[in-house]
């Protein structure tokens, strides 16, 4: 077994950048992250005329135009496993709120009375925005053109994920979190457990909306 430390890759943004990787059975997992998306350009003109080298903010605000973006953006964070045959998979922070439902949002948000007139008009207007403000997604990855999608009968092995295993490389991380404007929260998280039968990687989107009930039609 070898865990190897690397040095993180160049960073446009000079952030400090961690970054592991651990191989196993001819399989590489690896992640790297770093800090916070910052809420400020400081470059807006040369993100403006070389939109090849923008900042991560600015991408983040080009390539998703969402009205805002969550509080907290982790734009460096990511899970990569690639296959010994070399089929990638990727859990990245840009393409998981690529997934979140912009300017067709078929979710119907109903609220008490109460709830309304306890909110700003600020609040509101965020709620009939068509796009979904809870930051709602289904993405499943990132797979790079040579991995192939099949699917199966098989169910995830609970039993299996049950047992003692030892655990050889383990790590957790946050792509986004918000607070919904201090009305609930929305968190996209990605775990992963390397054990010497399997390893387990779990993808998890949490929603809590206080006094707000989402309808799907
Ligand atoms: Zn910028």
Known sequence: ????????EVD??????????????????KYTKSHILHSLCTTSEQCKTHPESQCLLCLFTN???????PEMVFPRNILTIIHP??????FNTLDALKKVCNGKLSLQVACSQEWQ?????????????PFDWTFSTDYRGTLSQDAVVQSTE????????????????????MLYEDELHDNGISSCTIKIRVMPS???ILHRFFLRVDGVMGIYK
Not at 12 to 29: H, I, K, M, N
Request: proline residues 3%.
């Open 198 to 200: 399997s390893f387990f």
């Open 85 to 90: 045959n070399g089929g990638k998979i990727e």
């Open 117 to 129: 007139e306890s909110r700003s008009s600020e609040h509101l207007e965020q709620k009939i925005k």
């Open 12 to 29: 446009v943004q000079r952030l400090p950048t961690d970054a592991e990787e651990y191989s196993y059975c001819g399989w590489l997992f």
């Open 154 to 173: 098989d169910k995830i092995d609970i039993e299996m994920l049950k047992r003692k295993d030892k655990i050889l490389f383990y790590h957790e991380m």
């Open 1 to 8: 077994m070898s865990v190897n430390s690397v040095k993180g």
């Open 63 to 69: 390539c998703l135009n969402l009205p805002h973006l």
